[in-house]
């Protein structure tokens, strides 16, 4: 390469983006020879659509700047000095020149989003891009002319959508009009009008929203552009947030009256796994999550609570003397009492306020007899809300003096998180708020003083912290809190021993409907980046007049199940204080990288299933709520089930179960609990009725419908069986199977929730049926002498429900230990099969094969005693009991990515549970078999109480 070479002027685009222009080189500088029917060309080159900038983009990426060598001899000796700088510039000439290219030929802006960022989409719509990213994307798609989305110039493609353009173009047509006409008149009398200027210079505050009490709350009223998509539900204060990054629910179908994010649109099964358990954070927006608050008497409440079933003696004892002072919070199942026993209603969480400090002269008008007035906060899931609003408002009314419920769902939102990260992302977001050094709330400086804490359930069980903090906008965005490496300091384990909350305890700011107002009234975002344009960059904004403080709630919790597993924070805030929280939380910078997760409704049920946690509703079918959606399950199975076609979906009735039996235990569609109590079946006469069309569906050559127990059965119609389904707790039934020589029995529909781990293999999905093992008496008839002869076929071929084999127990005991119970090899379960066809030799005449045929005519072709039945079905697999050994059903199952092995959550039969237990003992008894619904092939299980 030469150095000494001159560059011609050039002009445009490529000019702009050089700071230098590259050396030419000698083979640049030669002239090139020309074709005789080229003409010359005059002025800069003309490109079309960008082909020759982007040439030139090329050709300047791989010129190689470089400088001649003559300059390191000095009178012909070699100078190593300048030799060694020449080498290394030309070195990282070729270097850059090697990016250049690399940048200029094969990376566009879709290739640089996110990893989890979908390519395709991104690639199209410049607003899916992130916005450092965006004016590269917009200039690339016009050189390549990429077509773009744009809403407003898309060409209606219906009859209805021009119609409503076009009625939309008259109607702003209209308001223009209208407009200016106003504006006109204003400007008229505003020159002949004697009073002068009429503007308004009086501004009120804003009124505060109503809270009825003992009545159901509206919801807070929605911008006009979006309030027509909020007829029928509510959105979340984050809603516009996930709209854009989850799958939500259909607008037309919400979920508990919200539009609740399903899940979000990227795959995130396994990250979600990991997150909430070994490196990072999950965050949920649990604001659909309804708050009830209870205000009267303390004695009238205590008696209000143990209505409830908040009957525990710990509770109302010195043990729960913390929890009513305000400093724990109670999280279990509440219920109501039915016709003869007792009904759940579903979870919920209670947290008192703490009572205001004695002054002076409180004591000095003592004489006066005042009961003191408490507050609670009663959280429960909106599934079960209006069950338990009626029943609190039943309650209320009884006490004297009467209690006052109020509908705090839309005044109060809330933020879950879980993982190892969540406690850091808290302490990054939540600042405590304090108007002069040293004035800071108790609470604030124990939440402080948690960092280095990597799962919230080594705090105290039940723990809970409130406090008021800064708007989080302020310091947008959040830095990265600095962790402390290795074991914990002697502060923390001091702070986590003694949790010193209860020093200068007051009533919590977040019950005061005042605080909870005035924090509602945050500055605009506008006026926050106002105030930051006069700040540095990156220097948080300092707290003002016109900045409220928020009140807020910490709620630490723990998992039911014994091991490591993750704990949860649940924080609680007002509601318009949810988004500003919300948006500096999912851009906290981990220290473990990345950002939080974002979750959803199916993330929040696989956390559950991967810790052993029953999710409500659906694993609490014996509730009203549990029952809701299990009628609406087997309404989506149905569907699916009738939207395949006939060759490829499965027929209950034809299923081969082994042993000659057919057909599946109740509906395969559906935890059919009404099948395993022999309920009356209310809704079989509408199975009838629906049945009663099949001649009509016959002379039309259409698919009869099924008739299934239950398969078509309408909600309301299946209501009054299932309803009769109770649940029964793991103290109730763990007292039932103490050791009292006569227990008490179960009622005959009660269950209880169960967690199945399989043994060596199989993995369970929903609906799956749970068998008991076969009771040990179980015996088959021996044939007496007489007829011990040898028939020429099947004694019974035609029996529907054929003999199981006298040792099906044993066999399944077996299968505890997978290497002494190995399956036969492929040799061994060929000759096993005794019904395969016999050849006939090669090469005899007609004779012999007449006596072959003869003889394999009157001769017997099933050996006597008939060998067992899984020898024939199954391949030597033992079958599952039979139906009168079913236990109950699984209502969430799948691979569990904790545990490597497959696991479920069900609920089964209380009184058949307690007989086995009784019958085989506590280590025999507790064995199951799990079959899946169209299945033949059961696996072996354990179960455990929940």
Same mark, same amino acid.
């Given at each position: 390469?030469?150095?000494?070479?001159?560059l011609?002027?050039?002009?445009?685009?490529?000019?702009?983006?050089?700071?230098?222009?590259?050396?030419?080189?000698?083979?640049?500088?030669?002239?090139?020879?020309?074709?005789?029917?080229?003409?010359?060309?005059t002025?800069?080159?003309?490109?079309s659509?960008?082909?020759?900038?982007?040439r030139?983009?090329?050709?300047? +990426?791989r010129?190689i700047?470089?400088?001649?060598?003559?300059?390191?001899?000095?009178?012909?000796?070699?100078?190593l000095?300048?030799?060694?700088?020449t080498?290394?510039?030309?070195i990282?000439?070729?270097?850059?020149?090697?990016?250049?290219?690399?940048t200029?030929?094969?990376?566009?802006?879709?290739?640089?989003?996110?990893?989890?960022?979908?390519?395709?989409?991104?690639?199209?719509?410049?607003?899916r891009?992130?916005?450092r990213?965006?004016?590269?994307?917009?200039?690339?798609?016009?050189?390549?002319?990429?077509?773009?989305?744009?809403?407003?110039?898309?060409?209606?493609?219906?009859?209805?959508?021009?119609?409503?353009?076009?009625?939309?173009?008259?109607?702003?047509?209209?308001?223009?009009r209208?407009?200016?006409?106003?504006?006109e008149?204003a400007?008229?009398?505003?020159?002949?009008?004697?009073e002068?200027?009429?503007r308004?210079?009086?501004?009120?505050?804003?009124?505060?929203p109503?809270?009825?009490?003992?009545?159901?709350?509206?919801?807070?009223?929605a911008?006009s552009?979006?309030?027509?998509?909020?007829?029928?539900?509510? =959105?979340?204060?984050?809603?516009?947030?996930?709209?854009?990054?989850?799958?939500?629910?259909?607008?037309?179908?919400?979920?508990?009256?919200?539009?609740?994010?399903?899940?979000?649109?990227?795959?995130?099964?396994?990250?979600?796994?990991?997150?909430?358990?070994?490196?990072?954070?999950?965050?949920?927006?649990?604001?659909?999550?309804s708050?009830?608050?209870?205000?009267?008497?303390a004695?009238?409440?205590?008696?209000?609570?143990?209505?409830?079933?908040?009957t525990?003696?710990?509770?109302?004892g010195?043990?729960?003397?913390?929890?009513?002072?305000?400093?724990?919070?109670?999280?279990?199942?509440?219920?109501?009492?039915?016709?003869?026993?007792?009904?759940?209603?579903?979870?919920?969480?209670?947290?008192?306020?703490?009572?205001?400090?004695?002054?002076?002269d409180?004591?000095?008008?003592?004489s006066?007899?005042?009961?003191?007035?408490?507050?609670?906060?009663?959280?429960?899931h909106?599934?079960?809300f209006?069950?338990?609003?009626?029943?609190?408002?039943?309650?209320?009314?009884?006490?004297t003096?009467?209690?006052?419920?109020?509908?705090?769902?839309?005044?109060?939102?809330?933020?879950?998180?879980?993982?190892?990260?969540?406690?850091?992302?808290?302490?990054?977001?939540?600042?405590?708020?304090?108007?002069?050094?040293?004035?800071?709330?108790?609470?604030?400086?124990?939440?402080?003083?948690?960092l280095g804490?990597?799962?919230?359930?080594?705090?105290?069980?039940?723990?809970?912290l409130?406090?008021?903090?800064?708007?989080?906008?302020? +310091?947008?965005?959040?830095?990265?809190?600095?962790?402390?490496?290795?074991?914990?300091?002697?502060?923390?384990?001091?702070?986590l021993?003694?949790?010193?909350?209860?020093e200068?305890?007051?009533?919590?700011?977040?019950?005061?409907?005042?605080?909870?107002?005035?924090?509602?009234?945050?500055p605009?975002?506008?006026?926050?980046?106002?105030?930051?344009?006069?700040?540095?960059?990156?220097e948080?904004?300092k707290?003002?007049?016109?900045?409220?403080?928020?009140?807020?709630?910490?709620?630490?919790?723990?998992p039911?199940t014994?091991?490591?597993?993750?704990?949860?924070?649940?924080?609680?805030?007002? =509601?318009?204080?949810?988004?500003?929280?919300?948006?500096?939380?999912?851009?906290?910078?981990?220290?473990?990288?990345?950002?939080?997760?974002?979750?959803?409704?199916?993330?929040?049920?696989?956390i559950?299933?991967?810790?052993?946690?029953?999710?409500?509703p659906?694993?609490?079918?014996?509730?009203?709520?549990?029952?809701? =959606?299990?009628?609406?399950?087997?309404?989506?199975?149905?569907?699916?089930?009738?939207?395949?076609?006939?060759?490829?979906?499965i027929?209950?009735?034809?299923?081969?179960?082994?042993?000659?039996?057919?057909?599946?235990?109740?509906?395969?569609?559906?935890c059919?609990?009404?099948?395993?109590?022999?309920?009356?079946?209310?809704?079989?006469?509408?199975?009838?009725?629906?049945?009663?069309?099949?001649?009509?569906?016959?002379?039309?050559d259409?698919?009869?419908?099924?008739r299934?127990?239950?398969?078509? +059965?309408?909600?309301?119609?299946?209501?009054?069986?299932?309803?009769?389904?109770?649940?029964?707790?793991?103290?109730?039934?763990?007292?039932?199977?103490?050791?009292?020589?006569?227990?008490?029995?179960?009622?005959?529909?009660?269950?209880?929730?169960?967690?199945?781990?399989?043994?060596?293999?199989?993995?369970?999905?929903?609906?799956?049926?749970?068998?008991r093992?076969?009771?040990?008496?179980?015996?088959?008839?021996?044939?007496?002498?007489?007829?011990?002869?040898?028939?020429?076929?099947?004694?019974?071929?035609?029996?529907?429900?054929?003999?199981?084999?006298?040792?099906l127990?044993?066999?399944?005991?077996r299968?505890?230990?997978?290497?002494?119970?190995?399956?036969?090899?492929?040799?061994?379960?060929?000759?096993?099969?005794?019904?395969?066809?016999?050849?006939?030799?090669?090469?005899?005449?007609m004779?012999?094969?007449?006596?072959?045929?003869?003889?394999?005519?009157?001769?017997?072709?099933?050996?006597?005693?008939?060998?067992?039945?899984?020898?024939?079905?199954?391949?030597?697999?033992?079958?599952?009991?039979?139906?009168?050994?079913?236990?109950?059903?699984?209502?969430?199952?799948a691979?569990?990515?904790?545990?490597?092995k497959?696991?479920?959550?069900?609920?089964?039969?209380?009184?058949?549970?307690?007989e086995?237990l009784q019958?085989?003992?506590?280590?025999?008894?507790?064995?199951?078999?799990?079959?899946?619904?169209?299945?033949?092939?059961?696996?072996? +299980?354990?179960?455990?109480?929940?």
């Open positions: 390469m030469d150095s000494k070479g001159s011609p002027s050039r002009k445009g685009q490529e000019a702009k983006k050089r700071k230098e222009p590259p050396t030419m080189t000698k083979d640049n500088n030669r002239p090139q020879p020309k074709s005789a029917g080229a003409r010359p060309t002025g800069p080159p003309t490109t659509r960008g082909g020759g900038a982007k030139g983009k090329f050709q300047d +990426a010129n700047r470089s400088q001649p060598s003559d300059a390191a001899f000095e009178d012909g000796k070699l100078d000095q300048k030799f060694l700088n080498r290394e510039f030309e990282k000439a070729l270097e850059n020149s090697m990016r250049k290219c690399k200029a030929n094969a990376t566009r802006v879709f290739q640089q989003v996110p990893r989890a960022m979908r390519r395709r989409t991104a690639s199209h719509n410049v607003k891009v992130p916005k990213l965006r004016e590269r994307a917009r200039k690339e798609m016009i050189e390549d002319n990429t077509p773009t989305i744009e809403s407003r110039k898309r060409r209606p493609r219906t009859t209805r959508a021009r119609i409503r353009a076009e009625t939309a173009k008259t109607l702003g047509i209209l308001a223009a209208k407009k200016k006409k106003q504006l008149k400007a008229a009398q505003g020159t002949s009008s004697p002068g200027d009429t308004t210079t009086v501004h009120t505050r804003a009124p505060r109503k809270i009825r009490r003992n009545m159901l709350n509206d919801p807070p009223k911008e552009k979006f309030r027509k998509r909020q007829v029928n539900k509510t =959105w979340l204060p984050t809603h516009l947030w996930h709209a854009k990054r989850a799958r939500m629910t259909e607008p037309s179908k919400p979920l508990w009256r919200f539009s609740v994010p399903l899940t979000p649109t990227e795959k995130c099964y396994r990250p979600t796994h990991r997150a909430s358990g070994q490196k990072g954070v999950v965050a949920w927006d649990m604001s659909y999550m708050t009830i608050g209870l205000y009267g008497t004695q009238g409440a205590e008696r209000l609570l143990r209505a409830l079933g908040l525990q003696e710990g509770l109302w010195a043990r729960g003397q913390k929890w009513r002072a305000g400093v724990r919070k109670w999280s279990g199942l509440v219920s109501k009492q039915a016709k003869d026993s007792r009904r759940n209603i579903g979870p919920a969480t209670i947290v008192w306020n703490p009572q205001a400090p004695v002054q002076v409180d004591c000095a008008d003592s006066r007899s005042t009961k003191p007035q408490r507050q609670l906060f009663i959280r429960t909106p599934s079960c209006l069950e338990l609003f009626q029943e609190l408002l039943k309650l209320a009314k009884m006490q003096p009467q209690l006052h419920v109020e509908d705090l769902r839309f005044e109060i939102g809330s933020i879950e998180l879980t993982g190892p990260g969540s406690t850091e992302t808290l302490l990054g977001v939540l600042r405590p708020f304090h108007d002069k050094a040293g004035k800071e709330e108790r609470h604030g400086q124990v939440f402080h003083s948690l804490v990597a799962n919230p359930a080594s705090l105290p069980k039940d723990a809970l409130a406090f008021s903090i800064q708007d989080p906008r302020l +310091a947008y965005p959040p830095t990265r809190v600095n962790i402390p490496s290795g074991s914990p300091d002697a502060a923390l384990i001091e702070t021993t003694r949790w010193p909350v209860e200068g305890l007051r009533p919590f700011d977040i019950f005061s409907r005042d605080s909870r107002f005035s924090a509602s009234r945050l605009s975002q506008k006026a926050i980046n106002r105030r930051k344009g006069f700040n540095a960059p990156g948080p904004l707290v003002t007049a016109a900045d409220p403080a928020i009140p807020v709630m910490l709620l630490a919790s723990r039911p014994d091991g490591q597993a993750q704990g949860t924070w649940t924080l609680l805030a007002p =509601w318009k204080c949810i988004m500003s929280i919300w948006y500096a939380l999912m851009h906290y910078p981990l220290s473990t990288g990345g950002n939080p997760r974002l979750g959803g409704l199916e993330e929040q049920r696989q559950a299933f991967e810790q052993g946690t029953p999710w409500f659906g694993d609490f079918p014996a509730t009203d709520a549990g029952l809701n =959606w299990e009628l609406e399950q087997r309404a989506e199975r149905k569907r699916d089930w009738d939207r395949r076609p006939k060759g490829k979906r027929e209950w009735k034809s299923l081969d179960l082994g042993g000659g039996r057919k057909g599946e235990c109740g509906d395969g569609l559906a059919d609990f009404e099948h395993l109590f022999a309920l009356p079946a209310a809704h079989r006469s509408t199975a009838q009725a629906i049945g009663s069309g099949i001649s009509a569906a016959a002379e039309m259409l698919d009869p419908p099924v299934w127990e239950g398969a078509g +059965a309408e909600k309301a119609a299946g209501r009054p069986a299932l309803g009769l389904i109770q649940q029964l707790t793991k103290a109730s039934f763990a007292g039932l199977s103490g050791g009292s020589s006569k227990p008490d029995k179960p009622s005959a529909h009660s269950t209880i929730i169960v967690n199945l781990g399989f043994i060596a293999r199989g993995v369970a999905n929903n609906c799956a049926r749970i068998y093992l076969p009771a040990k008496k179980r015996r088959i008839a021996q044939p007496s002498a007489d007829d011990a002869e040898v028939l020429a076929s099947d004694p019974n071929p035609s029996d529907p429900s054929g003999p199981l084999s006298p040792d127990r044993d066999q399944w005991l299968k505890q230990h997978p290497s002494r119970s190995a399956s036969p090899t492929g040799r061994d379960r060929g000759r096993s099969r005794l019904g395969a066809a016999r050849q006939m030799p090669v090469g005899v005449d004779d012999t094969r007449k006596g072959l045929l003869a003889r394999s005519l009157i001769s017997t072709e099933l050996p006597y005693p008939r060998p067992p039945a899984n020898q024939l079905d199954v391949g030597g697999h033992p079958l599952c009991p039979d139906e009168e050994d079913l236990l109950g059903f699984v209502t969430t199952g691979f569990s990515l904790s545990e490597g497959g696991t479920a959550i069900g609920s089964i039969s209380a009184a058949k549970a307690l086995t019958d085989a003992g506590a280590r025999e008894g507790r064995l199951c078999v799990v079959r899946n619904a169209g299945e033949s092939v059961g696996w072996l +299980a354990r179960w455990d109480l929940v």
